[in-house]
């Protein structure tokens, strides 16, 4: 069986992310998401947050589970048994960081092996921290992130 990790801070999920997850849930048997815990990087959801709105939009996927994890990535696919890392590439702006992580992780482990699918035209202006900044103000954000993260962010920053 053949099992991907798709790692990052979904700080929230975005339509760009899903987009992203179905087709890679496509071409591997399983794909775990890995929701990051950064303490360094201050979040707007907790990771149990992201975890528990992220489980929500997987439902309709049988081979698709979501888990929040801490330490190197590396190491959380050698736990879970991944043989890949997914990863989005939106514009030449994200090959730098994208390059930085992929030779340090090849470094760590060259069992994992990392993949890159292009964002679709669509959602690739779209990032996490846009939808916030949008949602802050009271932009609608209907079609930038799934509807149940859409109220999460809304009485988020109600709160806030
Ligand atoms: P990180 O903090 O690890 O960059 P993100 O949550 O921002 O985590 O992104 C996780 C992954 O999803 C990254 O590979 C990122 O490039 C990708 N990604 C983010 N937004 C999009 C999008 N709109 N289209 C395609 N891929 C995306």
């Known amino acids: 069986m053949r099992v991907a990790v798709y ?6 999920f975005t339509n760009g992310h899903l987009d992203i997850l179905k ?8 794909i775990i998401i890995g929701v990051l815990v950064n303490p360094a990087k201050s979040c707007l959801f907790s990771p149990e947050e992201r975890v528990e709105m992220i489980s929500e939009v997987i439902k309709p996927f049988e081979n698709v589970r979501a888990i929040h994890f801490n330490g190197l990535l590396v190491d959380f696919c050698q736990k879970v048994g991944a043989c890949a890392i997914i990863r989005g590439l939106r514009a030449v702006s994200d090959y730098e960081y994208e390059m930085q992580m992929f030779s340090v992780n090849n470094r760590l482990s060259s ?48 709160d806030i």
């Not at 087709?23 to 399983?30: L, N, V």
């Not at 900044?133 to 993260?149: F, Q, S, W």
């Open 23 to 30: 087709r890679a849930a496509g071409i591997f048997d399983h």
């Open 111 to 158: 069992e994992v092996e990392t993949v890159f699918l292009m964002s679709s035209p669509k959602f690739s202006f779209l990032s996490s921290s846009i939808a916030k900044e949008v949602a802050r103000y009271g932009g609608d954000v209907t079609g930038l992130v799934p509807e149940n993260i859409q109220s999460a962010m809304l009485a988020k920053f109600a």
């Open 7 to 12: 790692p990052g801070s979904f700080d929230p």
